[in-house]
């Protein structure tokens, strides 16, 4: 809501002291400055980069310059603060809240002040290409694809193209996607971003540049955006310098948290909208910079401080207030060894006695049983699960120990694993929802209407051929060409699309319309999955979800952005108020902190990932994706090690066991930050000293020197 508008609107200078504002006083003086950065009465104040080291405090840092802006009178419906996931907007939202809230009694209007500007750059693209649509020749009801309704047409125009018939392999849906996309989002040309990237397929470029051609061509006719759009076409906008200055002076204050995951064409939207920064913040930490394989570049954060005349201010936060000493420094040691970084001397008051541990284990079913055996001593100690993650590079890894859990009744959450959107069922309901917004969204009919009994790809080809020709809202479903087996489901099934559509006369239901595709669609489950019973609550649980939209656009829009979790064929969620552990990739770790941590597979070929090692910027990537794993930990941190782990799924070389060494971020000289220990503990007859144990290292450094 903007306060301005609330009955109990501010008095007219709406200005709160800087002294009276109590955050202040919680806040070391680096934070302090980048909170009360440009404040006083000298007007909206310039660039401010806060270079910020894990667990100092950035996000907190940010959440409180927010607050303080609109306690210092700015409208908080012309604050814009770009975020890098959309929980990340809600956690942040409430901790602005959290603070006005302590001004409240004296300054009631700030009880009611909302920020109504903040999510993903993908999230605010897509409202702002909505709300200009008719200004950039968009049509409203456009709808959004995910990366795999993306893929899926434009192995579609693959096809058409004849590229899938070439003598030679042409390379598949997924990869053409990658292309196009790194292409997109680093504003690289074709040709460098196959060197680079892709060299394999460096003999396809005038045929990928053809088939990426088609494949706008194709989105613009179906009145469909992919992902990378919804940033292209802002940026597209934000080039005509009308509109920059029309969207720029839409938000007095640009905030934007993560600035190191960002890409070319995020820097280059802010700086179309504040060309002379002012009024623009930005925070990031280049040594958490993860995302370089979707086109993020660390060097947006390096030059921003130049972008400006006169420069940016940096403010440096060096404090971290989550780990203890030993755990930061040994982080620090993993970092410390990275080709290039911003140099910062992160510190920690928080003493303990206890190094970080590396963990030997035979394989991977002990691995589990460790970090089980762990996580419930440790909730005897009083800890609870929900305190304690358990981080992995890839989702799959975490299978042995999914199961184990399931096995114990220990209830987990899993963060980057199979997502809501990705279950077939779910794309089902959300196929036929999007085909009644957008008939020409070929994509999502193709997928809806061979749901029915009795029709393929072929029928569904003619029927989508037949209604992409007519002219909008008369396609006349009901008499599409079908087999006659089929007729009496199609009718029915017509019905109801016309019905959601609006096109039957009353307005489209909402969300009664859900509740119609979801009662046909249940009826069809049994004959579409074996396991349709489990897919059930999925859907029920998007139905709970649709009706606290207000529409089916605004519906579709989020979910396609921000979908929550699957919950099929994984433990169900537990109840808000049941304990459970988390389990979490590290990339869907980023920003999150937790008691207890423990990393699985800190091996060669899991992190390093034996995917990424193809040249040295994607080893260094994985160095800080470990960096970011272990500065998770605020107080008990395991790395584990198995032996011998079972991988699955490889490309090209299936199932199999592997064995492998400790992590290449780990080399030796590291390990005086770490105890070892092997798990199961012998027997304490032969368990030796402590010194002992090192001295069994000592020893097996000298069997190397032998051979220096
Ligand atoms: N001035 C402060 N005094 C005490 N604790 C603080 C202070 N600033 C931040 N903290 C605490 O430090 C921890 C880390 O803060 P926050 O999550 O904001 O860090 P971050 O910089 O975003 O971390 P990362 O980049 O590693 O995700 C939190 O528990 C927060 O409450």
Redo the contacts with the bound molecule.
């Keep these: 809501m903007n306060a301005s508008a609330h009955p109990s609107a501010p008095p007219s200078s709406g200005r709160t002291d800087s002294a009276a504002m109590p955050w202040l006083a919680?806040?070391?003086a680096a934070?302090r400055e980048a909170v009360e950065f440009g404040g006083g009465e000298g007007g909206v104040a310039g660039p401010l980069l806060v270079i910020?080291?894990?667990?100092?405090?950035?996000?907190?840092?940010l959440a409180h310059r927010v607050a303080h802006l609109i306690a210092g009178g700015a409208d908080p419906a012309r604050i814009l603060l770009l975020t890098f996931s959309r929980r990340a907007a809600d956690e942040m939202g409430r901790r602005v809240q959290r603070l006005l809230g302590q001004l409240a009694a004296t300054h009631p209007w700030l009880a009611h002040a909302e920020l109504n500007w903040s999510g993903t750059f993908h999230g605010i693209g897509a409202r702002l290409l909505r709300e200009y649509a008719g200004r950039i020749g968009l049509d409203v009801a456009f709808t959004i694809h995910d990366r795999e309704d993306s893929a899926d047409l434009l192995n579609l125009v693959r096809h058409e193209q004849g590229f899938s018939e070439k003598s030679r392999r042409f390379p598949l849906k997924g990869t053409c996607l990658a292309i196009y996309s790194a292409a997109v989002n680093t504003r690289a040309p074709l040709a460098e971003v196959l060197q680079a990237s892709f060299p394999w397929c460096a003999e396809w470029e005038d045929e990928l540049k053809r088939l990426f051609r088609a494949y706008v061509q194709a989105k613009q006719a179906q009145q469909v955006l992919d992902y990378d759009d919804l940033l292209l076409y802002w940026a597209q906008m934000m080039a005509e310098p009308e509109l920059a200055q029309e969207v720029g002076a839409l938000f007095e204050h640009v905030l934007v948290d993560e600035y190191q995951d960002t890409n070319h064409l995020q820097a280059a939207i802010l700086l179309a909208m504040k060309p002379d920064g002012r009024g623009l913040t930005v925070v990031g930490?280049d040594a958490?910079a993860i995302y370089a394989f979707r086109g993020a570049t660390v060097r947006n954060i390096l030059d921003f401080p130049a972008a400006f005349e006169p420069p940016a201010r940096i403010v440096t936060?060096e404090?971290?207030?989550?780990s203890t000493q030993p755990i930061l420094a040994a982080a620090n040691a993993v970092i410390a060894l990275a080709a290039e970084r911003y140099a910062k001397d992160l510190r920690s008051d928080r003493g303990s006695s206890q190094r970080p541990r590396l963990v030997s284990v035979k394989d991977d079913a002990e691995q589990a049983a460790y970090v089980v055996e762990q996580a419930l001593a440790r909730r005897e100690d009083g800890l609870r699960l929900r305190q304690q993650a358990v981080l992995f590079r890839a989702s799959s890894y975490s299978a042995r120990l999914e199961m184990e859990l399931t096995r114990r009744n220990i209830p987990f959450v899993k963060f980057g694993g199979l997502r809501f959107l990705e279950a077939a069922h779910v794309k089902d309901v959300l196929a036929l929802l999007r085909w009644a917004e957008n008939p020409r969204d070929r994509i999502a009919g193709f997928r809806a209407v061979q749901l029915l009994a009795g029709i393929g790809p072929k029928t569904a080809g003619r029927v989508l051929d037949n209604v992409c020709a007519a002219p909008d809202g008369c396609a006349l479903l009901a008499e599409q060409p079908v087999p006659d087996g089929a007729r009496e489901g199609w009718l029915a099934f017509a019905a109801l699309i016309d019905r959601l559509a609006g096109r039957d006369g009353g307005p489209a239901p909402w969300p009664a319309g859900f509740e119609l595709a979801c009662r046909w669609y249940e009826a069809q489950m049994p004959r579409l999955y074996e396991d349709a019973p489990v897919r059930l609550p999925d859907i029920q649980q998007l139905a709970r979800i649709a009706a606290t939209y207000p529409g089916r656009r605004q519906f579709l829009t989020e979910l396609t952005l921000d979908p929550p979790s699957a919950t099929s064929g994984e433990p169900g969620m537990p109840l808000v108020d049941e304990d459970y552990l988390i389990l979490s990739t590290m990339h869907s770790a980023?920003?999150?902190?937790w008691s207890a941590v423990s990393v699985l597979n800190v091996v060669d070929g899991c992190i390093p990932s034996d995917i990424a090692t193809r040249n040295g910027a994607e080893i260094e990537e994985e160095r800080r994706l470990l960096y970011?794993a272990m500065?998770?930990a605020?107080d008990h941190l395991d790395l584990i090690l198995p032996q011998r782990f079972y991988v699955s799924q490889q490309q090209g070389l299936g199932d199999r066991h592997v064995y492998a060494g400790r992590s290449r971020f780990i080399p030796n000289r590291l390990l005086e930050h770490f105890e070892q220990i092997t798990w199961p503990l012998p027997p304490p007859g032969l368990r030796g000293t402590p010194a002992s144990r090192q001295a069994a290292v000592d020893l097996a450094a000298k069997m190397r020197d032998m051979w220096r």
């Design positions: 919680s806040l070391n934070q910020a080291g894990a667990g100092s405090g950035k996000t907190s840092t930490d958490q936060l404090q971290n207030y989550r980023k920003g999150q902190e970011v500065t998770r605020r």
